[in-house]
């Protein structure tokens, strides 16, 4: 009886706090989800370095570390320890352009950054401003494409072939998503494989994710080899790539938000309204919408008869003479 009660209890408060407890597991998976990569890297990079000593008797780890930072030093100003020559296209116009591009789609890549001072102030100000245009400028062209793209579709076939909506926006969904992994992943990762010389199709389809997703992590960046052809085209061409690669992928995540079965997915992790709230809004709502309406209408007429031109009224008792008459 007593155990009968008590899991009674415990499915009635579950039931209770159901949203509150769906939101635990989400930030408790999120939280396992961000288990960090950098201790592993940490102990490759320190059996690297031991390895490296002790093949080197002659080396010490004083001297190791001076060259190590002094090559990490110099690779923020584009110069490579791994070619004779460094390039002079650092902050060219085009190299310019695609930082600018990388900066503000939040994608920043990290291979080129400001170092002095002035240009970091500029960089400060310049993301102030240009990261939220740039987010009113995507979320207005995603709100006119997604219109033709998915909802105006999904309409057409509901209304003139008397489809499912829900079926319908599934099956335009899965279609969609399927053109875009085609046109800006496989296809452009076999583009890139093809220019660059050290990428195979997993790198590129690689680099691909990284930026599309604006994880951009820097170790894979187009166009920065020495020998590269026709640079500045290039550079170009990644830099239009990018912002209509980052427009089809706001289409398509706000095609399958739209999708009736992940609304009511996210409804579970949402904080449920009182109900004494929702019954005082509709309240107020029904005395806006009725009330307000009824006294602009008695307010027109009053506006209307007192513009109206005056003209003489005969009393009642003239018109009662004449009739006797």
Sequence with gaps: ??????????????????????????????????????????????????????????????????????????????????????????????SSLFFASTVLSTTGYGHTVPLSDGGKAFCIIYSVIGIPFTLLFLTAVVQRVIVYVTRRPVLYFHIRWGFSKQIVSIIHAIVLGFITVSCFFLIPAAIFSVLEDDWNFLESFYFCFISLSTIGLGDYVPGEGYNQKFRELYKIGITCYLLLGLIAMLVVLETFCELHELKKFRKLFYVKKDKEEDQEHIMEHDQLSFSSISDQAASMKDDQKANEPFVTSQSPTSNDSSLNN
Excluded: I
Aim: aromatic share 10%; hydrophobic share 45%.
């Design 1 to 94: 009886m007593l155990q009968s009660l008590a899991g009674s209890s415990c499915v009635r408060l579950v039931e209770q706090h159901r949203s509150a407890w769906c939101f635990a597991l989400l930030v408790l998976g999120y939280l396992l989800y961000l288990v960090p990569y950098e201790d592993l890297l940490r102990q490759e990079l320190g059996k690297l370095k031991q390895r490296c000593l002790g093949e080197h008797a002659c080396l010490s780890e004083q001297q190791l570390e001076q060259f190590l930072m002094r090559v990490l030093e110099a690779s923020n100003y584009g110069v490579s320890v791994l070619s004779n020559a460094s390039g002079n296209w650092n902050w060219d116009f085009t």
